[in-house]
C-alpha cells in the first residue's frame, strides 16, 4: 500500500511532533526533510559548496539529526535551501521516500506543493511567530542549548521571511492543503485533527 501524507508549515509550527505521530498511529514511515537541507547547511558551514554537499548526500549524513538541530544550522539550512540545484538534488531522496511500500508521513515547505503534489493528505501546521518562538527557545533549552526569547523570534522571523520569498519553491499552502493553526491547540488536540483527516481520506 502507498499513502503519502504531506505536511508543510513554517518552523517550530508543531510538523515534526504531528508528522512522528501520525506515522507512529498508522505504521507509516516519517521523514522530517528539513533534516537535508540542515545537513547541507552544516556541511557549508564546514567549508563545503553546498551544490556538492546535496549531490553527494548521504543517509550517512543524517545519522546525528541532534548535532544539526542548532541555531546556527538552522540559518544555513534555510540558505542553502534557495539555491535550485540544491533543491534538485534533494528531489528523489524525498520522492523515493514518498512511495515508499506501508505509507509514508512527510513533513518540510514544499512536500503537498512540489515533491509531492498527488499526497492523498496535506496538512499545513501553522502557529503565530511568537508562540512558535517561545516552542522554539523551550527546545533549545532543554537540549542544554542557551536561548533568548528575542533572538530566537527574530530567527523565527528571518526564516520565514527567507521561506517564504524564495523563488525555488517557496513555502505555501497547498491549495488543497487543510491548514491545522496550532497556536492554542494542545499537542493531543493537534495531533488528533491530523489523525482525523489521514482517517476521513483512508475511509473514503
Ligand atoms: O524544518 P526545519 O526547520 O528543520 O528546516 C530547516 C530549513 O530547511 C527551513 O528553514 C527551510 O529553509 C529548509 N527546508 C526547505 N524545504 C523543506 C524542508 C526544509 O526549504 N522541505
Known sequence: MRFTVAIDGPAAAGKGTIGRAVAGHFGFGHLDTGLLYRAVGARMLAGEKAEDAARDLT??????????????????????????????????????????????????RDIGTVIC????????????????????????????QAADFDTVLADVKARDARDAERATAPMVAAEDALVLDTSDLSIEEAVAAAIAAVEARRAG
Open 59 to 108: 543517509p550517512e549524513h543524517l545519522a546525528n539529526p541532534d548535532e544539526l538541530r542548532t541555531a546556527e544550522v538552522a540559518q544555513a539550512a534555510s540558505r542553502v535551501a534557495v539555491i535550485p540545484e540544491v533543491r534538485a538534488y534533494l528531489l528523489d531522496f524525498q520522492r523515493a521516500f514518498a512511495h515508499r511500500v506501508g505509507g509514508a508521513v512527510l513533513d518540510g
Open 117 to 144: 503534489p498527488r499526497a492523498e493528505v496535506k496538512l499545513f501546521v501553522t502557529a503565530s511567530a511568537e508562540v512558535r518562538a517561545k516552542r522554539r527557545m523551550d527546545e533549545l533549552q532543554g537540549r542544554g
